[in-house]
């Protein structure tokens, strides 16, 4: 049974998320309704990164199965036409081996968060960044990102509601630049926990305040107490970049 690899981009403002909903569309569904409208086929996708409602994605992977082998510039430019017109583009399609998994084949994730840190509300950037008008210092920020790299307890920056099974995780970077307005942070490693990226960066952003020390930041991690976390960033500003595999 051939096997397709999807890379997606979408704007996640208008979906519930990466995952099927009961009540409301998410990107999978979108995506699984624009395969059976030129498959016939109805399928279920798996995918990399389950994104929350609003996250964004540059570079989404997920994988699914059909019974009849398409060529994959058709499918790719097939799907991009079926999901007219939601903000999900289909960016590559290549046929794999069966054993290829969008998820457990990954070996790196990179996101990318956004921060729009001037006085003034964003008017094209607006549900793409997070709005933060108190100045902030990206020094003291990028400083404090390096004390939490490598392998870790974070159940500090963890979901109460997240479903992996140990707090155990090792981050390969954490990086905080300024270009004029944005604030930038570049988070990757092999696996995150549920909002483990908005965690960070919202416990970053009141570093960048002066509300906390640069030293703060490790010391929430080593709490290991998600009370100590700093309110967490709003999904609009994380776009997931892209998967090594």
Not at 38 to 51: I, Y
Request: glycine residues 6%; neutral net charge; contains cysteine.
């Amino acid at each position: 049974m051939p096997r397709y690899k999807l890379t997606i981009e979408y704007d996640g403002t208008p979906f519930v998320g990466w995952q099927r909903q009961a009540d409301a569309l998410s990107v999978q569904e979108a995506i699984e309704i624009a395969i059976e409208a030129f498959s016939g086929e109805a399928v279920r996708t798996q995918t990399a990164g389950r994104t929350d409602a609003g996250v964004h994605a540059r570079g989404q992977v997920a994988h699914f199965d059909l019974e009849r082998e398409w060529d994959p510039f058709r499918v790719s430019e097939a799907l991009n036409y079926h999901l007219k017109p939601h903000p999900i583009a289909i960016l590559d399609c290549q046929l794999v081996g069966g054993d290829f998994e969008a998820r457990f084949s990954a070996k790196a994730r990179h996101y990318r968060y956004l921060i729009l840190n001037r006085r003034a509300r964003p008017a094209l950037e607006a549900n793409r960044v997070w709005h933060v008008a108190v100045p902030l210092d990206e020094k003291a920020m990028q400083e404090a990102a390096q004390t939490i790299l490598g392998r870790h307890d974070f159940t500090t920056f963890r979901s109460a509601q997240c479903q992996a099974n140990s707090p155990l995780r090792t981050l390969d970077r954490l990086d905080v630049k300024r270009d004029g307005d944005l604030i930038i942070i570049e988070a990757s490693a092999r696996a995150f926990l549920h909002h483990q990226v908005r965690s960070m960066t919202g416990s970053l952003k009141l570093v960048g305040e002066g509300r906390w020390p640069v030293t703060g930041l490790k010391a929430a991690l080593d709490a290991q107490d998600r009370s100590r976390c700093g309110a967490m960033a709003p999904s609009s500003g994380l776009y997931l970049m892209a998967i090594d595999y």
